[in-house]
Structures are given as structure tokens and as C-alpha cells.
């Protein structure tokens, strides 16, 4: 027969086994638990860092958001076209910034690899205006650069063409430019300087004209004007023979030689001649008319002396040179002889004559 104490440490072990597992069973599911969260941890952080696209950072990437676009489908997409890591993070950063409700539709021109916060702010501000490439060449007029500025951005040609030929004399221009203070007539022929722009949608006529003669400001800021001046020419002169020699010449190593030809005949003050101050009065034409060359206007160098009273288009940086240095030489005439629209140039109206008499029979 068992005893009672016998009985009693019986019952006293099974009650320490049993403890022991009890123990062992809350230390499994902590380890469990701990477990889990570990792994839900991981998985969180995967699933905001890990980089979705695996597109290299700094391409071009323009990305177009449609009206009524959600948070979630904005995120997808900037995160396939690799501008952010992920969209987890993007819509993570954007909420927490209470930012999520504010990205606006539109397109954009991103890069890869840019951070959450950079584009948050690029997608809060909106896009950036739409861009209109206008391109001027060297010697056009300011009719000829208002139609293709019309045809490019809208602004209407009427428009800009009244402010152009009106408005140089505005106090606010001129004190802006100085450079204008030069200018005697209300034009702004010449200073609308030739170059590709680009424009933001909703600019003005006097927006795009601004843009032009600031350029024509910077362009010519370090042109060194000892030589005009030595001949008593001031800086509107000087953009009224470079326009000249920008429509006269055809092959860009002529450009200071023509001016030394408008720079001697200035000097024995002979009347200039140049064609093309008749062609800007009475339109292009192929071929002048003798009545062409007797038209009255200011500007008609075969009658009145000296250099017109402005420019005649506007001239690119290489006339604007020429003007400001001329080649030295005693050429007093020139007359269109090559095929490539060259001319020989003379020292003598008999040989000018004869140069041109053979130009009539056929150009090399």
C-alpha cells in the first residue's frame, strides 16, 4: 500500500511537469509570434524599398497622368516607368505629406531614379506649360517672323507685328534696353534677333517680342564697337549696316567685305546702292526695274545718301561682326557673279561694269 507521502510527491512532480510545459508552450508562441513579426516586418520593408522598374537613373521619362486619376494608379505608373522606387513608398511619403489629394493631371517630362518627395512637388504644382519651337532666321523681317510666330504658337500676327513696328520708343522698353535709346524710329526691325525660341503656351505678342530683343541684348553685349564709332557710327547704325550685309551676302567670307564696301563709299560719301534697302521698300522681287531703283522712301540707298534710318531685317551675330569689323581693302563696288552667290568686288566703276556685263551672260 502506498503511503500518503509517497502519494503526495507523486503528485508534486506531475505538477512541476506539467508547469514545465505550460512554460515551454507560452515560449513557443512568443517565438512564434516574434516569428511573424519579423517576417511581416520584412516583407513591409521589401515592399517599400525593392525598386519595381529596374531602369537605370537619369533617362528621360515623360509620363502622362489622366483627369480623375487616383493616387494608387498615379504611383503604379510613375513606379513601371521608373521615376520613383515603388508605389508603396510614393503613396506612403505622399499621404503622410497630405499631399496624396492634391497630384494634378497632365504631361510630364521626369527622369528616372528622381525621389518621392521631388516628384510630390512636381505633381502638386502641375505641369509645365506646353513649349512652342519657334525658329527665326538670320535676316528676316519682323512680317516674316510675326507669320511664322503666328503659325507656330497662335499669337496673332496683326498683333505682333503692330507692337513691333510701333512700340520702340516705349519708355519702359527703352529703359529695360538700353541699347534701344540709339533707335530714332518706332520699329524694332533688326532687334528681334534670329534663333530658335521656345515659347510657353499663353504668351503674348510683346511676351515673344520681349524674349527676342533681351536676346538681341545678350548676344551682342561683348561686340567691340571701336571702329563704328571711329567713323562716327552709333550702335542703331551699326545694326542698320549688319542687316544690310546680312541681305546682301550669300557666302559667309564676304560678310566683311561687303561692309568694307558700305564703310569706303560712307566715307567718300557715294551714294550706298544696296539692292537689298530697295527690295525691304518695294518687296522681294527677282530681278529690280530701273523705276524700282527711283521708288521714294527713305530707305532707298540709290537715292538717299548715308545708311537708311534702320535696319532692314534683323541681322545674325557673324553681319553683326562684319559691321563692327570690316575687312581693309579699296573695293567701292560688287556685283553678283557665282552661282553660290558670290560677287566680285572692284575698285573702279569701269571694272564694276565690265564685271557686270559678264554676269549677264552667265553666272560661273
Same mark, same amino acid.
Given at each position: 500500500m502506498?503511503?500518503?507521502?509517497?502519494?503526495?510527491?507523486a503528485?508534486?512532480?506531475?505538477?512541476?511537469?506539467? %508547469?514545465?510545459? &505550460?512554460? &515551454?508552450g507560452v515560449?513557443?508562441t512568443a517565438?512564434?509570434?516574434?516569428l511573424v513579426l519579423v517576417?511581416? %516586418?520584412? /516583407?513591409?520593408?521589401?515592399?517599400?524599398?525593392r525598386?519595381?522598374?529596374?531602369?537605370?537613373s537619369?533617362?528621360?521619362?515623360q509620363?502622362?497622368?489622366?483627369p480623375?486619376?487616383?493616387?494608387?494608379?498615379i504611383?503604379?505608373t510613375?513606379?513601371?516607368?521608373?521615376?520613383?522606387?515603388?508605389?508603396?513608398?510614393? &503613396?506612403?511619403?505622399?499621404?503622410?505629406a =497630405?499631399?496624396?489629394?492634391?497630384l494634378?493631371a497632365g504631361?510630364?517630362?521626369?527622369?528616372?531614379?528622381?525621389?518621392?518627395?521631388?516628384?510630390v %512637388?512636381?505633381?502638386n504644382k502641375?505641369p509645365?506649360p506646353?513649349l512652342?519651337?519657334?525658329?527665326?532666321?538670320?535676316?528676316?523681317t519682323i512680317?516674316?517672323?510675326?507669320?511664322?510666330?503666328?503659325? &507656330?504658337? =497662335?499669337?496673332?500676327? #496683326?498683333?505682333?507685328?503692330?507692337?513691333? #513696328?510701333?512700340r520702340?520708343?516705349?519708355?519702359?522698353?527703352v @529703359?529695360?534696353y538700353?541699347?534701344?535709346? *540709339?533707335?530714332?524710329?518706332?520699329?524694332?526691325? /533688326? *532687334?528681334?534677333?534670329?534663333?530658335?525660341y521656345?515659347v510657353?503656351? /499663353?504668351?503674348s505678342?510683346?511676351?515673344?517680342?520681349?524674349?527676342?530683343v533681351?536676346?538681341?541684348?545678350?548676344?551682342?553685349?561683348?561686340?567691340d564697337l571701336?571702329?563704328?564709332?571711329?567713323?562716327?557710327?552709333?550702335?542703331?547704325?551699326?545694326?542698320t549696316m549688319?542687316?544690310?550685309?546680312?541681305r546682301e551676302?550669300?557666302?559667309?567670307?564676304e560678310r566683311?567685305v561687303?561692309?568694307?564696301?558700305?564703310?569706303?563709299?560712307l566715307s567718300?560719301g557715294?551714294?550706298?546702292?544696296?539692292?537689298?534697302t530697295v527690295?525691304y521698300v518695294v518687296?522681294? #522681287?527677282?530681278?529690280?526695274?530701273?523705276?524700282d531703283?527711283?521708288?521714294?522712301?527713305?530707305?532707298?540707298?540709290?537715292v538717299?545718301?548715308?545708311?537708311?534710318?534702320?535696319?532692314?531685317?534683323?541681322? =545674325?551675330?557673324? %553681319?553683326?561682326?562684319a559691321?563692327c569689323a570690316p @575687312?581693309d581693302?579699296?573695293?567701292?563696288f *560688287?556685283?553678283?557673279?557665282?552661282?553660290d552667290?558670290?560677287?566680285?568686288?572692284?575698285?573702279?566703276?569701269?571694272?564694276?561694269?565690265?564685271?557686270?556685263?559678264?554676269?549677264?551672260?552667265g553666272?560661273k
Amino acid at each position: 500500500m502506498t503511503s500518503p507521502d509517497a502519494v503526495a510527491q507523486a503528485l508534486s512532480g506531475a505538477a512541476d511537469l506539467k %508547469s514545465l510545459f &505550460r512554460k &515551454r508552450g507560452v515560449a513557443i508562441t512568443a517565438a512564434a509570434v516574434v516569428l511573424v513579426l519579423v517576417l511581416l %516586418s520584412a /516583407g513591409a520593408w521589401y515592399a517599400l524599398l525593392r525598386k519595381e522598374s529596374g531602369l537605370p537613373s537619369g533617362a528621360e521619362a515623360q509620363v502622362v497622368i489622366p483627369p480623375r486619376t487616383g493616387s494608387a494608379a498615379i504611383a503604379q505608373t510613375l513606379a513601371e516607368r521608373g521615376v520613383i522606387p515603388n508605389a508603396l513608398g510614393f &503613396r506612403l511619403r505622399a499621404r503622410l505629406a =497630405g499631399d496624396d489629394s492634391n497630384l494634378m493631371a497632365g504631361t510630364y517630362d521626369l527622369v528616372t531614379g528622381m525621389s518621392y518627395e521631388e516628384v510630390v %512637388s512636381r505633381l502638386n504644382k502641375g505641369p509645365e506649360p506646353a513649349l512652342s519651337v519657334v525658329a527665326i532666321p538670320e535676316g528676316w523681317t519682323i512680317d516674316q517672323i510675326a507669320a511664322r510666330v503666328e503659325a &507656330r504658337t =497662335g499669337v496673332s500676327a #496683326k498683333e505682333f507685328v503692330t507692337f513691333a #513696328k510701333t512700340r520702340a520708343q516705349d519708355t519702359w522698353l527703352v @529703359a529695360r534696353y538700353p541699347f534701344l535709346k *540709339y533707335n530714332k524710329t518706332t520699329s524694332l526691325e /533688326g *532687334y528681334l534677333f534670329p534663333k530658335t525660341y521656345q515659347v510657353k503656351a /499663353g504668351a503674348s505678342a510683346l511676351d515673344i517680342i520681349e524674349m527676342m530683343v533681351a536676346q538681341y541684348g545678350k548676344e551682342t553685349a561683348t561686340l567691340d564697337l571701336s571702329v563704328p564709332t571711329s567713323h562716327g557710327l552709333d550702335p542703331h547704325q551699326v545694326v542698320t549696316m549688319a542687316s544690310m550685309i546680312e541681305r546682301e551676302a550669300r557666302v559667309p567670307s564676304e560678310r566683311p567685305v561687303i561692309a568694307s564696301v558700305i564703310y569706303n563709299r560712307l566715307s567718300r560719301g557715294m551714294l550706298l546702292e544696296i539692292d537689298a534697302t530697295v527690295l525691304y521698300v518695294v518687296g522681294n #522681287k527677282t530681278n529690280l526695274l530701273y523705276r524700282d531703283l527711283r521708288v521714294d522712301s527713305p530707305y532707298n540707298t540709290y537715292v538717299v545718301h548715308g545708311l537708311p534710318p534702320g535696319p532692314i531685317a534683323s541681322p =545674325g551675330l557673324a %553681319s553683326l561682326q562684319a559691321a563692327c569689323a570690316p @575687312a581693309d581693302t579699296g573695293y567701292y563696288f *560688287y556685283v553678283r557673279t557665282g552661282k553660290d552667290g558670290s560677287h566680285t568686288f572692284t575698285q573702279t566703276k569701269v571694272e564694276f561694269l565690265a564685271a557686270k556685263a559678264q554676269a549677264k551672260k552667265g553666272l560661273k
